[in-house]
């Protein structure tokens, strides 16, 4: 069981935000076992080609080892994330990490499995072979996470925007309960039930908390009490990831406002950008742009702004035509 205990200050400071890294470190949980990862089978067919190329298996193979499946991260390795982070940014941020601190994070993860290779390699000369990982990180984001991050970041926005928004309306203790089963709120503290045994005090640093896409069991924390306090948390919604979608056959929706209206009001139970809804329904992005443009006018389609992106999502008006023509109730 792990405890995280707020200061008022804390409280004021919890905040959300997309890490690339986090993204990119943690999909090789889902390479390694995808038995476990089966919602992501569609990845993982295509990162195991790419990871099959000598060059990218040869430069990525210190991130390998370091995220093995049952292994801890070291805390340096998925910092905590700010809005609208990018990925060199975080990259630059790794690479900047005293030696001391590679070495003191990388001892905090030998209580659950002893240090790989590298692991140790690195132990030995953080300050030589820190660039190597990094290197590792950045191949593998670009060659596997960078073509499907426009699919990925645009379910991680709108969980932002969700999760935001519950925080405003409910507050730091209903909003907690709310993320995961697993955690509760006891007057000023967060308890989590996981099988660690961390008590840790934010001592006004306040609490990053970054939705994941390979995460989808539990919240993880980070290991040391002196690390930027931080959680990767799994993301609503993950088994649409991968989804092409169609209005069902004989879709009575699609015959009163035609098929690609109707593809677009399936879809857009969780908020989702005008890019990956192209890369869902096969449609140019023009088209969908135009779609939206008249489900908006019309009253069933709300647009909202996170960072740079604009994210469409139904309104209750659409929930209510998709009920009347017999699709599921949208989540909520």
Do not use: C
Not at 44 to 56: G, H, S, Y
Not at 119 to 130: F, I, K, Q, S, V
Not at 244 to 268: E, F, M, Q, S
């Amino acid at each position: 069981m792990s405890e995280l205990r707020f200061s008022l200050a804390d409280v004021a400071r919890v905040r959300l935000a997309v890490s690339p890294v986090n993204e990119t470190v943690m999909s090789m949980w889902a390479l390694a076992s995808p038995v476990y990862h089966a919602v992501h089978l569609p990845w993982i067919d295509r990162a195991r080609v790419t990871m099959r190329r000598p060059e990218v298996a040869v430069r990525v193979r210190p991130l390998v080892e370091l995220a093995r499946p049952r292994s801890w991260l070291p805390d340096f390795l998925t910092p905590a994330a700010r809005p609208n982070v990018e990925m060199t940014e975080q990259l630059d941020q790794i690479a900047a990490t005293p030696p001391a601190v590679v070495v003191q994070d990388l001892l905090a993860t030998t209580p659950r499995r002893p240090l790989s290779p590298f692991g140790r390699a690195l132990l030995a000369d953080p300050w030589g072979l820190l660039p190597q990982l990094v290197d590792a990180v950045r191949v593998w984001y670009d060659e596997a996470i960078a073509p499907d991050w426009p699919r990925m970041r645009a379910l991680l926005d709108a969980d932002v925007a969700y999760r935001a928004a519950q925080l405003a309306e409910n507050g730091a203790g209903r909003f907690f309960e709310q993320l995961h089963p697993s955690l509760r709120w006891l007057g000023d503290r967060v308890v989590s039930d996981d099988p660690f045994a961390r008590d840790f005090d934010l001592r006004d640093r306040g609490l990053a908390l970054n939705p994941t896409v390979f995460s989808e069991r539990r919240v993880l924390w980070n290991l040391l009490e002196d690390s930027l306090p931080a959680a990767a948390y799994p993301v609503r919604a993950v088994g649409t990831l991968w989804e092409a979608t169609a209005p069902p056959p004989g879709d009575p929706l699609a015959r009163v406002i035609g098929p690609g209206r109707a593809a677009l009001l399936h879809l857009l139970d969780t908020a989702t950008t005008t890019t990956d809804l192209a890369r869902l329904t096969g449609m140019s992005a023009g088209n969908v742009s135009q779609h939206l443009a008249a489900l908006h006018a019309a009253g069933l389609v709300g647009r909202s702004r996170q960072g740079r992106h604009v994210l469409y999502r139904n309104t209750d008006a659409a929930g209510v035509l998709l009920r009347a023509s017999g699709a599921a109730d949208p989540i909520r």
